[in-house]
């Protein structure tokens, strides 16, 4: 275990806190941030939580120039009698040091940094909106700041955590979204860097969701890089598949994101005695299925929307529609058993949630 302490710096002014209904996702911060500083030779110091505010690094900084840059995303739930939930805070700091390991970042200690987290998140209890649908968004992120223009690993570091008030992400509901199968652009390939939270990964996408979005699209599936005929994910979402009575989602297999929701939902369906699988999922078969009539329902997952049911797919021109545009019955058991046990409305069997205190 580590031997720092963390020092606590308090802002000296309050931001008002906005309608939580009214919160576009990801542009309104609170009051503090936690910030954690690495150097070769010394290792992760001098944990801090400060006001929140804008950086100084020099424009040398190596996140800059060859984007050794890391994150995760997860939330924090207030219940019904007011306490604060992290859903499996622990996957998180493990995937990030996943993800770090891949960009040559060196590893946080996930327990102590499990600890800042929940300290930090603690102190801005009163930020964790209380509206259903509502949370408070937690982004931790590593980036490279030594000032060096040779390209390599950077010898110092800054890992942060920002936490962001977010509103429902279905404002009506759960909505079905049209769905483009991208067969020109890709995201990731086996051996790149696909299964880690890496900021390059999504400015790569951005080109193919644009034009996805041009033609009336929510967003972009991402098919294998090589043949351009399995099926990996969307955007920031897995995805799962309810063919003829069995869920199936596209196995990990090094360029896909290992989603805590796509996990959850895995054990949650076993749990439930529904079969699922993980395995290749080629598109051309997912269309024979759909044209014999058994794809029954769509989903992604992500902590973002948790599941975003899909009620169309597009690919080279054809035209799949899933459960006539509606929500299916698995999706919607799904996304209330998930959210329930998320802000404590139902029990959590599995040990998944963990109090703030
Ligand atoms: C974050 C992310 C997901 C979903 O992961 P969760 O842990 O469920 O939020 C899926 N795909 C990509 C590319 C992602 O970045």
């Not at 302490?5 to 609170?30: M, R, Y």
């Not at 001098?46 to 800059?64: K, S, T």
């Not at 599936?221 to 009575?245: A, R, T």
């Amino acid at each position: 275990m580590s031997e720092n302490t963390l020092q606590l710096t308090k802002s000296e002014n309050q931001k008002a806190k906005p309608a939580s209904d009214q919160v576009p996702f990801g542009t309104t911060f609170t009051d503090h941030m936690f910030v954690m500083d690495y150097e070769e030779g010394q290792g992760w110091h001098n944990p801090q939580i400060v006001p929140y505010g804008p950086l100084e690094l020099d424009p040398a900084a190596m996140v800059f120039h060859y984007g050794q840059s890391v994150f995760e995303g997860l939330k924090a739930y207030r219940t019904a009698d007011d306490r604060i939930l992290l859903f499996r805070p622990d996957k998180n700091l493990q995937r990030l040091n996943l993800s770090s390991d891949r960009l040559s970042i060196p590893p946080i200690d996930e327990e102590e940094v499990m600890a800042y987290l929940q300290q930090l998140v603690s102190l801005e209890q009163d930020w964790v909106p209380s509206t259903p649908g509502t949370s408070l968004y937690i982004r931790p992120f590593i980036i490279s700041t030594e000032p060096n223009l040779a390209v390599g690993p950077s010898r110092k570091y800054k890992f942060m955590v920002i936490l962001s008030p977010v509103g429902s992400y279905f404002a009506g509901g759960l909505k079905p979204v049209i769905i483009h199968v991208e067969d020109q652009f890709t995201r990731a390939v086996k051996g790149g860097t696909g299964m880690a939270k890496t900021a390059g990964n999504y400015s790569a996408g951005y080109q193919a969701q644009a034009s996805a979005k041009k033609k009336g699209n929510a967003d972009v599936l991402w098919l294998d890089g090589i043949e351009k005929k399995y099926i990996e994910e969307v955007g920031s979402m897995n995805i799962f598949f309810k063919i003829d009575g069995e869920v199936v989602t596209p196995e990990l297999n090094g360029s896909i994101l290992k989603g805590v929701t796509r996990m959850s939902i895995i054990e949650l369906l076993r749990s439930w005695d529904i079969p699922v699988t993980e395995r290749r999922v080629a598109i051309d078969e997912l269309h024979r299925l759909y044209e014999e009539g058994k794809v029954e329902e769509i989903f992604g997952t992500g902590t973002a929307a948790v599941i975003s049911p899909v009620g169309e797919l597009n690919w080279m021109g054809r035209k799949m529609v899933i459960n006539n545009h509606e929500i299916g019955e698995l999706s919607q058991r799904l996304y209330d058993t998930v959210t329930g046990i998320q802000t404590g409305k139902l029990e959590d069997p599995f040990g998944w949630v963990v109090e703030v205190k």
